[in-house]
């Protein structure tokens, strides 16, 4: 009866701690911004900008616009890519996470004027 009571608490406390580091994740807010170029080559650009950069690329949807990529060290670096027809030209939206926390979208500001310039549309 003993050992069912101290394995009892052992379950109990080990499911707190996973709930309690669930709890503690927060979300990751995307930074967005608009280009004039079409969707399917805003989107090949993109996830070709993130292979050049050392990111692992794990998924690629071109018909979603979605893409996912891990940088293939520690902490894993991971970028999330959305891309969407907005108009004639396209909206990305990018959010990226350092091993399990979010990055602060400011960070990402850097990321989006590269592709800018790779689609050619720097100022």
Not at 3 to 32: F, H, M
Request: net charge neutral; hydrophobic share 45%; proline share 7%.
């Amino acid at each position: 009866m003993i050992i069912l009571r101290v394995l009892y608490r052992a379950v109990l406390v080990s499911a707190l701690v996973v709930l309690a580091g669930c709890a503690s994740q927060q979300a990751v807010e995307p930074r967005e911004l608009h280009y004039s170029s079409p969707t399917e080559q805003t989107f090949r650009q993109a996830v070709e900008l993130m292979i050049e950069q050392g990111y692992v690329v794990r998924h690629a949807d071109l018909a979603l616009g979605r893409a996912d990529a891990a940088l293939a060290r520690w902490p894993e670096y991971r970028l999330q890519l959305q891309v969407q027809e907005e108009g004639a030209g396209s909206r990305v939206r990018v959010s990226a996470s350092r091993g399990n926390q979010p990055l602060p979208p400011y960070l990402l500001d850097p990321w989006l004027v590269k592709l800018q310039s790779k689609l050619g549309e720097a100022p």
